[in-house]
């Protein structure tokens, strides 16, 4: 079997070691309803115009009101958890080896329950990048 680490633009996404990430702001101010996130984040790959990212992230527990979410997201919980209340009183909350995609413009309560990790893959249309 050939090490993927070694092929040229094929990189191995870690799944357990989080020492690499580095402190990040997702989380406005202005969202923020409680707790502080200390958010930290890796980005694994982004397109050159800045509209498609993949990385992990990792936040403790919070709570944030969003107004619209930025852009189109697949995400893989690898730990702790993560409930999503939309505008229409609906929640859902996702654990470890659950994954969830939240489309654009989405609107509710983001709340970290427990220290949640993620992988993400995120687009951002190139009107919300400008």
């Given at each position: 079997m050939t090490d993927s680490a070694s092929l040229p633009g094929v990189a191995l996404i870690p799944t357990d070691d989080d020492t690499a990430m580095r402190p990040c702001a997702y989380v406005?101010?202005?969202?923020?309803?409680?707790?502080?996130?200390?958010?930290v984040d890796l980005i694994h790959l982004s397109s050159a115009d800045g509209t498609f990212t993949v990385g992990s992230?990792?936040?403790?527990?919070?709570?944030?009101?969003?107004?619209?979410?930025?852009?189109?997201?697949?995400?893989?919980?690898?730990?702790?958890?993560?409930?999503?209340?939309?505008?229409?009183?609906?929640?859902q909350t996702f654990s470890a080896g659950d994954a969830y995609t939240m489309r654009a413009g989405w609107r509710?309560?983001?709340?970290?329950?427990?220290?949640?990790?993620k992988q993400f893959a995120l687009y951002v249309s190139a009107e919300e990048t400008a």
């Amino acid at each position: 079997m050939t090490d993927s680490a070694s092929l040229p633009g094929v990189a191995l996404i870690p799944t357990d070691d989080d020492t690499a990430m580095r402190p990040c702001a997702y989380v406005t101010p202005e969202s923020l309803r409680e707790g502080d996130p200390r958010e930290v984040d890796l980005i694994h790959l982004s397109s050159a115009d800045g509209t498609f990212t993949v990385g992990s992230w990792r936040a403790e527990p919070y709570s944030e009101f969003i107004e619209a979410y930025p852009g189109d997201e697949y995400a893989r919980v690898l730990a702790g958890s993560v409930t999503l209340t939309g505008d229409d009183g609906f929640a859902q909350t996702f654990s470890a080896g659950d994954a969830y995609t939240m489309r654009a413009g989405w609107r509710g309560e983001f709340r970290v329950t427990e220290t949640l990790t993620k992988q993400f893959a995120l687009y951002v249309s190139a009107e919300e990048t400008a």
